[in-house]
């Protein structure tokens, strides 16, 4: 029986999450140490195709009439790659990304699956489909996740590069002039990004002037880092992520537990640290200097994170 595997990282928004739905730039780094895979192995004549996520309970038809966005990146990959009828395949995608978490599961999920489908099609390498469909594909699907998606987790996450992203434009790559570390710690709350993208929006509509006002800080912090990042100054990271962050935090997209983890990062030895994604939970990511990574991990289980990722970004 034939198997095709695809796989899809994580990813990290570094600077600029929330301005970039409202046209900003934002930078974002995949996170190879974290994974979505998806298997589709051939099953037996007429039992038509299912896809099953074990890790989220989930076991799905692809003919199912509901909206879901298993079924409907299978769905979309398969027309795409041409294959008129339903296909008789068992699929099984399994992550260790975390949900809800701010490090693009949904669009990881996602990406691994439109590849698989590729992949099992067995189309010679130069009618396979470029990154380009595969994005917008994942795009499509990550609209089911939340109504108004800025496009950036899908993007970092189908290029596998670091990324400026500016909504509606051609994704830049950016230079690593020099290795920097990111210890990445979950705060085991799960976030809905629809929720807190569509919270901001409202508060954006009440006070627009002012939304409008700390979207472009953010913008301008972005870029500023970018130009750090390509520059080698990595010593700027951290006092710029504290400044984003207590941006974020007049968005009202902090919380608690990440305020007190966030503490705990930089009372350990980080240079500096911020939510990533969405916020209200989920993730937050700390710039540290490699002679601190391991205090600032274990300062951070100790104050209680779910998980921790450390990654470095750039070879
Ligand atoms: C979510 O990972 C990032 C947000 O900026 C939403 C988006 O860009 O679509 C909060």
Redesign the pocket.
């Known amino acids: 029986m034939a198997t095709s595997t695809a796989t899809a990282p994580g ?1 990290a ?1 570094l600077f ?6 409202y046209g900003r730039a ?1 930078i974002a780094v995949p996170v190879t140490e974290v994974k979505a895979t998806a298997t589709i192995t051939d099953a037996h004549a007429g039992s038509g195709c299912t896809i099953a996520a074990p890790d989220v309970g989930a076991h799905v038809q692809l003919s199912t009439p509901q909206e879901d966005p298993l079924a409907l990146a299978v769905r979309l990959a398969i027309e795409e790659a041409g294959i008129g009828e339903e296909p008789d395949w068992q699929i099984t995608v399994r992550s260790d990304v975390p949900i809800a978490g ?1 490090m ?1 599961s949904g669009a990881a999920v996602s990406a691994a699956l439109v590849k698989a489908v590729f992949s099992h099609r067995r189309l010679p390498s130069h009618r396979q489909p470029d990154a380009g469909t595969v994005n917008r594909i994942v795009y499509a699907v ?1 609209k089911l996740h ?1 109504a ?6 899908n993007t970092v996450v189908v290029y596998r590069q670091p990324v400026r992203f500016v909504r509606g434009e051609p994704p830049q790559r950016f230079e690593i002039a020099r290795p920097f570390h990111l210890v990445i710690a979950d705060t085991g709350i799960a976030s809905s ?1 629809a929720a ?2 569509s919270d901001v929006r409202r508060a954006w509509e009440k006070d627009t002037k002012r939304y409008e006002a700390v979207f472009d800080g953010i913008g301008e912090i972005a870029e500023t880092a970018r130009r750090a990042i390509e520059s080698g100054n990595i010593d700027a990271l951290g006092p710029l992520m504290k400044e984003n962050h207590r941006l974020l935090r007049m968005l009202d997209v902090s919380s608690g537990e990440l305020e007190r983890l966030i503490a705990v990062a930089e009372e350990g030895g980080a240079s500096g640290a911020k939510l990533s ?3 209200r939970g989920g993730n937050l990511i700390a710039a540290v200097e490699r002679k601190n990574v391991e205090a600032v991990k274990e300062a951070l289980l100790a104050g209680g994170a779910a998980g921790i990722v450390v990654t470095q970004i750039g070879a």
């Open positions: 990813k928004i600029g999450e929330h301005a970039v739905v934002a701010g693009g990550e939340h108004n998606p800025s496009g950036i987790d990004t807190v993208v994604g969405a916020g």
